[in-house]
């Protein structure tokens, strides 16, 4: 009788190990995913997930091991190797080029000597069929300056399939998107997977986990330490395998007892520089002692709030923190006047407006902080070595990996970004703390050490204003939920006597009764 071989598994990895100066990443990795699956990649900030995923699609050079795709050898020297491989990847930052159309970015790259006009035409017909196969469903005409994150990240998937990828590597895909753009993302990876692709995501979110995947491999400091089949654990197992201790899935925390007004914000108003009113007279006050939570869909008005009360963008309306106005103008320098008040402001992109990428971790410690006298050596000079030092005492609060101040900001992962931003402003004990999307990015052991750090100053006596896409992060965190729909405030809720299903509601633009 004829024996059936098992197929090859789609991807094999065999000791690999890849070191960064004195960092071991990537530590004697194996890994056999099989074809037709969804493997998840978890583990916490720094493990090496997307160091193994940048070796597998040619960006780095692995300094020992060997990838067997479909049962060959492969050797992957850079990305090119990798896409004739039939490996694709999907960019946390997309490689997009911006005043392209949708059409000349699928085709950019994969031309390979043809003629341009044909090409398109190909092209053309391809996205059409893929729309259909997968939910695809883009303009091809489109500038990719002119759609939503979702769907250039979808711009991107249709790029990779083009290139006959049948392995996709996805690194936190859901990080931006709106909850509908994520349901969305996974049907897709859904109807890819039952036309036999082979697909790898790294997320945060167990959630996520246990949502689409059907197996899935725990990393921890640079090793692989686990794979279990999802049908076979649970959210709480997967925590305890990344963090090796049990990790608190919700926020314990004592009822607030908010004191004074901190912040009052009055008929606050934005308009874009296209003439689009972003915020259309914003009221809210938080007072001492209390978590404000502002919950909403993504682009609804809340990163303009943020910016205005980070001091900048500019707007109409009143801002008084403990009683005294701040000036609206949104002129950058303001953040400096802003955090002599007693503001600290965590924005919801650490790369762009929370950190310099190129500028060591101690010189963005120090970053809106400069004039404090702790980082004084005299009156012209700052003590450098005093925010080295600062600098560590503060990563070893935050956990942040390596502990090592002189790093780049850009060499670290980015959840460790996310936590150098935090640590920055978080130990500062401001008077208040505006902050957006916290834990963005950030493992789950490190989700519930932000929370009970972000806790910790409300009960010190501190106003926190909390920005966050997550629902169940504003849900636990907060003392009182406000929600934002199209620029304006929707209605205000008691945390604890809301739930998802009404701030749902409010979220979606309709009233769900008594204000
Ligand atoms: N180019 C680089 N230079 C120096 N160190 C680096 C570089 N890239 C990554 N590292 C280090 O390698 C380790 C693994 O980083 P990696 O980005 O792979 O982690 P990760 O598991 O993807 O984390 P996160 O969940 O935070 O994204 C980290 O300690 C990081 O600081």
């Known amino acids: 009788?004829?024996?059936?071989?098992?197929?090859?598994?789609?991807?094999?990895?065999?000791?690999?190990?890849?070191?960064?100066?004195?960092?071991?990443?990537?530590?004697?990795?194996?890994?056999?995913?099989?074809?037709?699956?969804?493997?998840?990649?978890?583990?916490?900030?720094?493990?090496?997930?997307?160091?193994?995923?940048?070796?597998?699609?040619?960006?780095?050079?692995?300094?020992?091991?060997?990838?067997?795709?479909?049962?060959?050898?492969?050797?992957?020297?850079?990305?090119?190797?990798?896409?004739?491989?039939?490996?694709?990847?999907?960019?946390?930052?997309?490689?997009?080029?911006?005043?392209?159309?949708v059409l000349e970015n699928v085709i950019l790259g994969a031309e390979d000597g043809r003629r341009l006009r044909p090409e398109l035409f190909r092209a053309r017909g391809a996205l059409k069929r893929l729309a259909e196969d997968y939910e695809l469903i883009v303009d091809?005409?489109?500038?990719?300056?002119?759609?939503?994150?979702?769907?250039?990240q979808r711009v991107e998937i249709l790029k990779a399939l083009y290139r006959q990828a049948d392995i996709l590597i996805l690194d936190e895909p859901t990080g931006v998107l709106t909850p509908a753009e994520a349901d969305h993302l996974f049907r897709i990876l859904d109807n890819l997977r039952a036309e036999g692709k082979t697909i790898l995501l790294i997320t945060h979110k167990l959630r996520e986990i246990m949502a689409i995947t059907d197996t899935v491999s725990v990393m921890r400091r640079g090793e692989m330490t686990a794979t279990v089949n999802t049908a076979e654990t649970s959210p709480e197992h997967l925590a305890e395998l990344m963090v090796g201790r049990k990790v608190l899935l919700r926020v314990d925390k004592p009822l607030a007892t908010p004191g004074k007004t901190v912040l009052e914000v009055e008929d606050l108003r934005v308009t874009d520089s296209a003439g689009v009113?972003?915020?259309?007279g914003?009221?809210?006050?938080?007072?001492?002692?209390?978590?404000?939570?502002?919950?909403?869909?993504?682009?609804?008005?809340?990163?303009?709030?943020?910016?205005?009360?980070?001091?900048?963008?500019?707007?109409?309306?009143?801002?008084?923190?403990?009683?005294?106005?701040?000036?609206?103008?949104?002129?950058?320098?303001?953040?400096?006047?802003?955090?002599?008040?007693?503001?600290?402001?965590?924005p919801e992109d650490r790369q762009r407006e929370g950190l310099i990428m190129e500028?060591?971790?101690?010189?963005?410690?120090?970053?809106?902080?400069?004039?404090?006298?702790?980082?004084?050596?005299?009156?012209?000079?700052?003590?450098?070595?005093?925010?080295?030092?600062?600098?560590?005492?503060?990563?070893?609060?935050?956990?942040?990996?390596?502990?090592?101040?002189?790093?780049?900001?850009?060499?670290?992962?980015?959840?460790?970004?996310?936590?150098?931003?935090?640590?920055?402003?978080?130990?500062?004990?401001?008077?208040l703390l505006v902050v957006g999307q916290p834990t963005r990015g950030v493992d789950i052991g490190a989700i519930e050490f932000i929370h009970q750090r972000i806790v910790a100053l409300r009960d010190a006596g501190k106003a926190?204003?909390?920005?966050?896409?997550?629902?169940?992060?504003?849900?636990?965190?907060?003392?009182?939920?406000?929600?934002?729909?199209?620029?304006?405030?929707?209605?205000?809720?008691?945390?604890?006597?809301?739930?998802?299903?009404?701030?749902?509601?409010?979220?979606?633009?309709?009233?769900g009764g008594a204000d």
């Open 464 to 511: 926190v204003l909390l920005v966050s896409v997550e629902l169940e992060e504003i849900l636990s965190l907060s003392d009182r939920v406000a929600v934002m729909f199209d620029g304006r405030i929707m209605g205000e809720r008691q945390a604890a006597q809301t739930d998802e299903k009404e701030l749902g509601l409010l979220m979606a633009g309709m009233h």
């Open 359 to 431: 500028f060591a971790a101690w010189e963005n410690m120090a970053f809106g902080y400069h004039h404090a006298p702790a980082y004084q050596k005299n009156a012209l000079l700052m003590d450098n070595a005093a925010i080295r030092a600062d600098t560590v005492t503060k990563m070893g609060h935050f956990d942040i990996r390596p502990p090592n101040p002189n790093l780049a900001a850009r060499n670290f992962s980015g959840g460790n970004q996310q936590k150098l931003v935090l640590a920055r402003e978080i130990e500062q004990h401001p008077d």
């Open 1 to 101: 009788m004829e024996q059936h071989r098992p197929p090859d598994p789609a991807i094999e990895l065999k000791g690999i190990s890849k070191a960064f100066g004195s960092v071991q990443a990537n530590k004697g990795i194996d890994l056999r995913v099989m074809p037709g699956t969804i493997h998840g990649i978890i583990g916490e900030n720094g493990a090496g997930k997307s160091t193994l995923m940048s070796i597998l699609y040619g960006f780095y050079k692995a300094d020992a091991g060997e990838v067997f795709i479909h049962g060959q050898r492969t050797r992957i020297p850079d990305s090119q190797a990798a896409i004739r491989a039939g490996i694709g990847m999907v960019f946390q930052h997309f490689k997009l080029v911006q005043n392209f159309t």
């Open 282 to 346: 914003i009221s809210l006050n938080v007072r001492a002692g209390e978590i404000l939570g502002i919950a909403g869909v993504a682009g609804n008005g809340q990163s303009h709030l943020l910016e205005v009360l980070g001091g900048i963008r500019p707007a109409t309306g009143t801002v008084r923190v403990n009683g005294a106005p701040i000036d609206l103008s949104g002129r950058c320098s303001d953040g400096q006047s802003r955090r002599a008040r007693g503001v600290a402001h965590v």
């Open 140 to 152: 091809p005409d489109a500038k990719i300056e002119d759609l939503g994150v979702g769907m250039q």
């Open 277 to 280: 009113a972003r915020l259309k």
